[in-house]
């Protein structure tokens, strides 16, 4: 079975730094791109950047570019993303999601598989 | 970059009744990459409808997606209590990879 196990909630003061992580499991960790998603309280997706495990191929969206870095480890089939400074309008629930595949010369990255989210609420 | 724009933003009908959601792209989308998900409150998105027809594993065939181009369409046939929802159109066709604002299918 397919788990994307992300890190619990977290409570961060304004310029303060944060790192969470997604794990996954069931599947083969370093053949699948997988992405980060933000929503911010009341709102839609936001479709932040996404990363293949397997040589650490990233984009970004350019919303989100500078402002964020994706990384992830192989070895502990574990993604992340993470801020050196926060700000209050960071405050939202951030999915990590994977899933699609490749045929015929093409890759189809739609997301099969979404973790639980993690709620970043950051206040002084 | 390519803006996936849904309309209605609410949809309020009844059990039972057919719900039509539209998802229209500022720039053309191969069929192939136009992805729909299901988002109920307090829960992650689901995969409803990738390569914008095919179902997801165990999506009810009550859901239908179709479309080409720059527009598409979710059609919600006889919709039951779980489908009261907010849906949200998704291309990854071109990056960065774009969700549509959402539609709130809500009970009338």
């Known amino acids: 079975e397919v788990q994307l196990v992300q890190s619990g909630a977290e409570v961060i003061k304004p310029g303060e730094s944060l790192k969470i992580s997604c794990k996954g499991s069931?599947?083969?960790?370093?053949?699948?791109?997988i992405g980060w998603v933000r929503q911010m309280p009341g709102k839609g997706l936001e479709w932040m950047g996404i990363?293949?495990?397997?040589?650490?191929?990233?984009k970004y969206s350019p919303s989100f570019q500078g402002q964020v870095t994706i990384s992830a480890d192989k070895s502990i089939s574990t993604a992340y993303l993470q801020w050196s400074s926060l700000k209050a309008s960071d405050t939202a629930v951030y999915y990590c999601?994977?899933?699609?595949?490749?045929?015929?010369?093409?890759?189809?990255?739609?997301?099969?598989?979404w973790g639980q989210g993690t709620l970043v609420t950051v206040s002084s | 970059d390519i803006v996936l724009t849904q309309s209605p933003g609410t949809l309020s009908l009844s059990p039972g009744e057919r719900a039509t959601l539209s998802c229209r792209a500022s720039?053309?989308?191969?069929?192939?990459?136009l992805a729909w998900y299901q988002q109920r409150p307090g829960q992650a998105p689901r995969l409803l409808i990738y390569?914008?027809?095919s179902r997801a594993t165990g999506i009810p065939d009550r859901f239908r997606g179709s479309g080409s181009g720059t527009d598409f369409t979710l059609t919600i046939n006889k919709l039951e209590p779980e489908d009261f929802a907010v849906y949200y159109c998704?291309?990854?066709?071109?990056?960065?990879?774009?969700f549509g604002q959402g539609t709130k299918v809500e009970i009338k």
């Open positions: 999601a994977t899933g699609g595949y490749c045929s015929g010369g093409s890759c189809y990255h739609f997301f099969d598989y």
């Open positions: 069931g599947y083969s960790f370093s053949s699948y791109w």
């Open positions: 990363i293949y495990p397997g040589d650490s191929d990233t």
């Open positions: 720039q053309s989308v191969s069929s192939s990459y």
């Open positions: 390569g914008a027809s």
């Open positions: 998704h291309q990854y066709f071109t990056s960065p990879w774009t």
